[in-house]
């Protein structure tokens, strides 16, 4: 099939000068054949270098093919499914094993150990905290709530000083103004913090 510079980048993420000069090496070893149209050249494959074969071997190689897809699905099936952890028992395993090469396995069993072992950590820390919860430990010490309820009690002071001073300030403004208080109000007012106003 007819490919460019162009399309062999997008697809293997190659910088294009390093494309272009192995595919000129290329034609000029007479590998492949180019044609030039403008500014763009089109490499092709030279046909006359390939064995053509006959009938027999051609179906015999449909058979070997599909046999070969085969068993590409059913291993990508089985990858999938451990990757999403369907399946976990060791006679699974077993069958997984003698279809597989051992590097494949190895990760396969390294990554699934590794998602149990998480499983397990989590697990442990959820039943130390429900144990800490069951026994009626105080998770926050008196001290550090005494802290945050003045410093919270402060704020709350200080919020209230500063209402306090705008609105003086505004009654000062608009006293004096024929103008409606309600004209000077562009933006609508804050929310009201109920909490706070007690």
Known sequence: MPENAADALQKFNLTKTAVQKALDALADS???SFKEYGKQKIYIARQDQFEIPNSEELEEMKKTNAKLQEELADQKKAISEVESGEFQTSNWYYGLVSGLPNAVNKIIFEKDLNINLLQRYEVQEMEEKLTKLRSGVTLVKPEDKKIIENSFAEKVNQWKKRKRMFKELWDNITENSPK??????????PPKMTALNT
């Open 30 to 32: 007479g590998q492949i």
């Open 180 to 189: 409606d208080q309600k004209e000077f109000k562009v933006l609508a007012p």
